[in-house]
């Protein structure tokens, strides 16, 4: 956390000179934009959408989508592409929902910094920069990529998503290098390690299925309460053993308790069926009152002594007018994101294929991976808030020096503008469960059982027709949540 402040006060450095006519530039150019218009969540902003699409009504949501045409090309576009793309894929145009998946993809590597925009955040709030995306949304519009190309039977297409979602694991994994932090990605792995498989690329799939295996015994069992499915042990005995590696084979097979295991190839072809749970938790907004010690000659320290925190800033980086205005604060208001979960209605799943019952096993848990990344960066989102604050306050003495009227209106305006960015994916699902289930040459039914503690079971047939040694992909969308989060 020290470190993260140390950053950010070492940022400021150029803000904090801004004059009083700067910021009143800044005041100007962000009511101008329009985003001062409204209070609402990024949630509430899109509430039409949001509605369609939790209701199951996709045509509609993505009408609504389509209408949108501001958002294509605004800060948010990345939410927009992203939002379209999952749709899409949901209704089955597999080839349209990569355009956009691909256009959120090029979105963060062609990234470049709005400075103006950093810096006025600082001083109004941070929904007038552009939204980048979490770390973890942006391995899961590749997950959705490559599966539409899985769903497509375009192999090629799907290894070179497979190699993007190699480069961005290695990315997440060389910026946090230490601590109990959101490095790698459990399901990620596996499911490269299921696109090696369909490429009959035996020894990368083993390697994959063996990375996954280790985020899951050392990070996801612990940080989400999400351990190794069976599925991924048998998948990577049964590559090991295709990939000769017999020392590796007998390694796992002891580790996994799974001595009787034997690779036999199975008649007919396969069905790898993902039941995507639920909904993400939706990014939201609460405020905290923090009071000022002015005790020390160096440091300005912020307190909350309900929540136990403590910020330290050096006056070193203030003007004089500047802590002249900071001198009579006391008490005030910091709005920061939080997460609220929507929690899922159906508890388990199993598929029913000739009297054969295969459970769907859980492999991502999306929802918990977002309340960690924002957990982790906590610290930096606590001391910018904090920093922005204390120069809307510094700003604000300053011009009442100068003109006491405009200085209220300032001052008014700092409290109407102090806000968090509540922006995040909310059309990922809360979870993701799959399992890898034999089906016989020609055409079978299969049942899905959707299991909830609050009502009666829930089923649904589907049917497939196979050939010997395909391999057929299938995604299944429940969107009912436990209760809406207006009800939280």
Not at 351 to 368: R, T
Request: hydrophobic share 35%; glycine share 6%.
């Amino acid at each position: 956390m020290d470190t993260n402040l140390r950053s950010i006060v070492n940022g400021q450095q150029s803000s904090r000179r801004l004059s009083t006519i700067d910021y009143r530039l800044a005041a100007l150019t962000f009511i101008l934009g329009g985003l001062l218009s409204s209070c609402a969540t990024y949630y509430q902003a899109n509430h039409e959408f949001n509605q369609s699409f939790e209701t199951g009504q996709i045509e509609p949501a993505l009408k609504t989508l389509r209408g949108n045409t501001r958002q294509a090309t605004g800060r948010d576009r990345f939410l927009h592409f992203v939002n379209r793309g999952l749709v899409l894929s949901v209704l089955g145009k597999y080839e349209e929902s990569n355009e956009f998946f691909e256009q959120a993809f090029l979105f963060w590597e062609d990234f470049k910094i709005d400075y103006f925009s950093e810096g006025a955040s600082y001083l109004l709030n941070p929904t007038i920069t552009v939204y980048r995306g979490e770390d973890h949304e942006h391995l899961m519009l590749l997950y959705y990529k490559a599966l539409n190309f899985l769903k497509m039977n375009k192999i090629d297409e799907a290894l070179v998503e497979c190699r993007r979602l190699n480069i961005r694991l290695q990315q997440l994994s060389d910026r946090y290098s230490s601590g109990n932090r959101y490095k790698h990605d459990a399901f990620i792995n596996n499911l490269m390690g299921i696109i090696y498989d369909a490429d009959k690329d035996y020894n990368n799939a083993f390697i994959a299925y063996r990375n996954s295996w280790d985020a899951y015994k050392n990070e996801y069992e612990q940080m989400f309460q999400v351990g190794a499915p069976l599925q991924l042990k048998k998948d990577l005995l049964r590559t090991a053993w295709l990939s000769g590696l017999t020392e590796e084979f007998d390694h796992y097979k002891t580790e996994f308790a799974m001595g009787d295991y034997q690779f036999k190839k199975s008649d007919g072809g396969e069905l790898i069926f993902f039941w995507h749970n639920g909904l993400a938790p939706v990014k939201t907004e609460w405020s905290i009152n923090f009071s000022i010690d002015h005790r020390s000659n160096n440091f300005l320290i912020f307190n909350n002594q309900e929540l136990g925190l403590s910020f330290r800033f050096p006056k070193s980086n203030y003007s004089q007018d500047q802590l002249q205005g900071l001198a009579r604060m006391e008490f005030f208001r910091v709005a920061f994101p939080r997460y609220i979960e929507r929690p899922t209605f159906y508890d388990k799943a199993e598929i029913e294929v000739e009297g054969v019952k295969y459970g769907l096993e859980p492999a991502e848990n999306i929802s918990k991976i977002a309340f960690k990344a924002l957990e982790e960066r906590m610290g930096f989102e606590f001391g910018k808030a904090l920093a922005r604050v204390a120069l809307k306050k510094a700003a604000e003495h300053a011009l009442k020096k100068e003109n006491e009227n405009m200085g209220a209106v300032l001052g008014l305006f700092n409290s109407l503008s102090e806000k968090a960015d509540t922006r995040n994916w909310q059309t990922l699902p809360h979870s993701i469960y799959y399992a890898r289930i034999p089906l016989p040459v020609g055409e079978t039914t299969i049942r899905l059982n959707l299991e909830s503690k609050s009502s009666q079971p829930r089923d649904q047939s589907f049917t497939y027709r196979v050939t010997d040694g395909q391999v057929l992909y299938h995604t299944f969308t429940s969107l009912e949540v436990a209760y809406s989060i207006y009800q939280h």
